[in-house]
Nanobody, 123 residues
Framework: QVQLVESGGGLVQAGGSLRLSCAAS????????MGWFRQAPGKEREFVAA????????DYADSVKGRFTISRDNSKNTVDLQMNNLKPEDTAVYYC????????????????WGQGTQVTVSS
């Protein structure tokens, strides 16, 4: 069982940047696609970004394309989310997730999430 721990959240002004990081335990990290999801107050959790096990395939929600970048370091068991040009509507709890698939980044594959880290963007 892989455990996921997110960090890097905080308060930032609109237009600013944050970098989230997720540390994963377990020797099988490099076998699976990883992703980031978020949940704003009163809303359902939504997909943000995903990266395949090798890092060669990435996928993004339309709302973050061009502003967010997902990356992973299999030697360190980490997956990061660089968030630039943040907007108030990006305010949410951000969750790291692991997929049951390797190369595929399909949303339905994600089955386990971390505890989340709060991101608040002020206008």
């Amino acid at each position: 069982q892989v455990q996921l721990v997110e960090s890097g959240g905080g308060l930032v002004q609109a237009g600013g940047s944050l970098r989230l990081s997720c540390a994963a335990s377990g020797r099988t990290f490099s076998s699976y696609a990883m992703g980031w999801f978020r949940q704003a107050p009163g809303k359902e959790r939504e997909f943000v970004a995903a990266v395949s096990n090798s890092g060669g395939i990435t996928d993004y929600a339309d709302s973050v394309k061009g502003r967010f970048t997902i990356s992973r370091d299999n030697s360190k068991n980490t997956v990061d989310l660089q968030m630039n040009n943040l907007k108030p509507e990006d305010t949410a709890v951000y969750y790291c997730a692991i997929s049951r698939f390797g190369a595929a980044t399909m949303i339905a594959g994600f089955h386990s999430w971390g505890q989340g880290t709060q991101v608040t963007v002020s206008s």
